[in-house]
């Protein structure tokens, strides 16, 4: 199911119209993660229409910062261990 919301979401995405700023100092695209939420929203809404949703997300912009990097700190994680003791 995930795996289809991700397609159906990128589809949608791929279709919307963002407006870029004539004077900006960055190009500006789709936010992806509010995209997924207005998908969804469409999707338990029987009285929302496509052109809507379209909007909504074409409202919910980021800007595109070329270069930007930033190093992901990956830490090993430990077992778990069970904090209950079995009875005999």
């Known amino acids: 199911m995930a795996l289809t919301a991700f397609n159906f979401t ?4 791929r ?3 963002v407006r870029q700023p004539k004077d900006g100092v960055y190009a500006y ?3 992806f993660k509010m995209a997924v939420a207005r998908c969804k929203e469409f999707l338990c809404d029987p009285d929302m ?3 809507t949703v379209m909007l909504e997300i074409g409202r919910n912009t980021v800007p595109i910062r070329p270069g930007r990097k930033d190093e992901r ?3 090993a994680k430990g077992f778990g261990w069970f904090a209950y003791r079995i009875a005999a």
């Open 29 to 31: 695209t789709v936010n």
């Open 73 to 75: 700190n990956f830490r």
């Open 49 to 51: 229409t496509g052109g």
């Open 15 to 17: 279709d919307v119209a």
């Open 10 to 13: 990128s589809r949608i995405v």
